[in-house]
């Protein structure tokens, strides 16, 4: 799908009536196709673990296997509180 710029614009313009209505359903399968895209765009926003096939970032660690306090073979840090 070809955008018109707006120097194509102008010239179907110029050349009347009968050439913007000629025009006219390649930009409203312009616009439908644009307003498609950010339907799809928007729906990909609202996405998350609960409503989308993808699972979140915790149930991979789960199961995977992943530890969240590090790498292992590593020293833990403990940090004393202060009173």
């Given at each position: 799908m070809k955008l018109l710029n707006e120097r194509e614009v102008g010239e179907i313009y110029d050349q009347g009536k009968e050439a913007m209505v000629e025009a006219y359903p390649q930009m409203q399968e312009q616009i439908v196709?644009?307003?498609?895209?950010?339907?799809?765009?928007?729906?990909l926003?609202?996405?998350?673990s609960q409503?989308?096939?993808?699972?979140?970032?915790?149930?991979?660690?789960?199961k995977r296997g992943w530890r969240s306090e590090g790498q292992s073979g590593h020293a833990r840090l403990e940090f004393?509180?202060?009173p």
């Open positions: 196709g644009l307003m498609e895209r950010v339907s799809r765009l928007e729906a926003v609202h996405q998350h409503n989308s096939s993808r699972p979140s970032p915790k149930s991979l660690r789960k004393e509180s202060i």
